[in-house]
């Protein structure tokens, strides 16, 4: 057995490494690009053209110490995406890690959803994703890299929501193409997998037409780790995925969600307050 790096950044060390994220002009994006660039690699980072953020988040990778590229493109554009991987490509040479972060919701009784609203759910979340990668994997195969793909989906890929119909279908539909794509991808040594966040401090709730405070209030209190993650927190999760440590893992999701979808029915707040049989520990800090 060869010896381990040790402990720490050395395990997860991207130096050498090209990742292109999408939806990089802030949220959970701008989180992943900053926790890649502090394991070394360089980012090519895009999100739709003229989104305010893209700037601030290269300047960020910048500053410690990475190449930024950013290639501005509207993901809902599928016949488009072919030729921004290649531009893409062109710019920043090979990738090996593709993070299919951007997307986008809607909060939308069943019944109002229209056609439009359907079609612009799935072409971010879902076409974007598969075309993407499609192409970005096609070129990792090319280079000859041990690539990486993630991409990231939703508790709700694995459970429903009320009023997110093409956002909960659109998620799920990618953990199935995950799956899909690693078996296909394996014999290439690029490994698909899937990043599904719980709730997450980030603006994308920000349109929705709701008493926001009262709903998260709620939530929160439904989460058995009693908070939203802070996207720095879905972090970890990423460079497991994207870095050498990952390399066995394929088809697979990891769900960062502070415990949400272990808790079937939220009854601790209906019980006993906790209670230790054990006694409080001795002066010297032991535990009788
Ligand atoms: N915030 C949460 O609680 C949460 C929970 C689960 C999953 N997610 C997922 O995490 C990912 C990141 O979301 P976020 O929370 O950081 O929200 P966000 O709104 O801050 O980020 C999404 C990014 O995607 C970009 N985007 C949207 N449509 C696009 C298009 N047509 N072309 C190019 N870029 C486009 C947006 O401009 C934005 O920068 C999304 O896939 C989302 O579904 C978020």
């Known amino acids: 057995m060869s010896p381990r790096p040790a402990a720490g950044r050395g395990r997860f060390d991207l130096a050498g490494r090209t990742a292109l994220v999408t939806g990089a ?3 959970l994006g701008r989180a992943f690009a900053v926790a890649l660039a502090q394991a070394g690699a360089d980012l090519v980072l895009t999100d739709l053209p ?9 300047e960020l990778v910048r500053g410690l110490g990475r190449t930024a590229h950013t ?3 509207d993901l ?8 921004f991987a290649d531009r893409v490509r062109a710019a920043a040479g090979p990738l090996h890690i593709l993070v299919n972060n951007a997307g986008t919701a809607a909060l939308e009784r069943f019944n109002e959803i229209t056609p439009e609203s359907w079609h612009r759910v ?10 993407l990668t499609q192409r970005v994997a096609e070129h990792m195969i090319a280079d000859g890299v041990p690539g990486r793909i993630v991409s990231v989906t939703s508790k709700n890929a694995l459970v429903a929501e009320a009023g997110l119909a093409h956002y909960n279908a659109s998620k799920a539909a990618v953990d199935l193409l995950t799956q899909t794509l690693a078996i296909e991808l394996a014999p290439h040594r690029i490994t698909v997998n899937s990043l599904a966040p719980g709730m997450v401090e980030t603006p994308i709730d920000g349109e929705f037409p709701f008493d926001r405070a009262a709903f998260e209030a709620a939530y929160r209190a439904r989460i058995p780790l009693g908070r939203y993650a802070t996207p720095e927190e879905c972090t970890g999760a990423l ?3 994207a870095s050498d440590e990952g390399a066995y893992l394929t088809g697979s999701r990891i769900v960062v969600d502070g415990g949400v979808l272990a ?3 939220p009854r601790t707040a209906f019980m006993p307050p906790y209670r230790s049989s054990l006694r409080p520990p001795t002066k010297d800090g032991t535990t009788p």
């Open 25 to 27: 002009a802030g949220g």
């Open 50 to 58: 003229g989104a305010a953020g893209l700037g601030e988040t290269a």
């Open 71 to 73: 290639a501005e493109q």
């Open 76 to 83: 809902a554009d599928t016949a488009a995406l072919h030729a």
């Open 122 to 131: 799935m072409r971010v979340n879902l076409d974007a994703v598969f075309f």
């Open 239 to 241: 460079l497991l995925l």
């Open 263 to 265: 808790d079937q029915m």
